[in-house]
T-cell receptor, first 115, second 114 residues
């Protein structure tokens, strides 16, 4: 399978713990995006990378959230001191370099439950 | 600021009936517009996109959408619903100078009755 893959698919954690999610984009896609989706809502943009550079962060991304893409390939999203409000589906997407019409390909997401 | 509004969080149609899912956008300049579908336990999949080449856009699985600038709309239609069309549908907008990020509507769940 050469699509966007995310790991893990599900994560249950206790409030206050740290969690880290991984996203492997489609190879040769230089843009990588993170979104968050809560029940009954559309995905909300969190941040995006072009190669290894993080070019934009949403105001939704509090200082407890950090994302990296160290070699311009896979990316990690870490949430520190998790809160119940962090429970959501975290989606990763990647797209080819170039224009704004490039299709974004999405992974299946990581569902986080904070108890 | 851009936004996307999908009218109706849930739409139910009978198999074989017309599907109409509504999407209106708010943008200071005409944006690029997309429809995505999300099946249970699956990732978002692109149905179609408007990139200013043609106002009537055809997508996969028999879906199409028409961009109407005067109405700031990009409604999704399919002439005849199939049971396999039951899913969540999202309209999204992207500005050409905003790095490719998508702004999504809240989604419309489509149910298809036999």
């Amino acid at each position: 399978d050469t699509g966007v893959s995310q790991d893990p698919r599900h994560k249950i954690t206790k409030r206050g713990q740290n969690v880290t999610f991984r996203c492997d984009p489609i190879s040769e896609h230089n843009r990588l995006y993170w979104y968050r989706q809560t029940l009954g809502q559309g995905p909300e943009f969190l941040t995006y990378f072009q190669n290894e550079a993080q070019l934009e962060k949403s105001r939704l991304l509090s200082d407890r959230f950090s994302a990296e893409r160290p070699k311009g390939s896979f990316s990690t999203l870490e949430i520190q001191r998790t809160e119940q409000g962090d429970s959501a589906m975290y989606l990763c997407a990647s797209s080819e370099p170039g224009t704004a019409v490039s299709e974004a390909f999405f992974g299946q997401g990581t569902r986080l439950t904070v108890v | 600021a851009q936004s996307v509004t999908q009218l109706g969080s849930h739409v139910s149609v009978s198999e074989g009936a017309l599907v109409l899912l509504r999407c209106n956008y708010s943008s200071s300049v005409p944006p690029y517009l997309f429809w995505y579908v999300q099946y249970p336990n699956k990732g978002l999949q692109l149905l179609l996109k408007y990139t200013s080449a043609a106002t009537l856009v055809k997508g996969i699985n028999g879906f199409e959408a028409e961009f109407k600038k005067s109405e700031t709309s990009f409604h999704l239609t399919k002439p005849s619903a199939h049971m396999s069309d039951a899913a969540e549908y999202f309209c999204a907008v992207r500005r050409y100078n905003q790095g490719g990020k998508l702004i999504f509507g809240q989604g419309t769940e489509l149910s298809v009755k036999p």
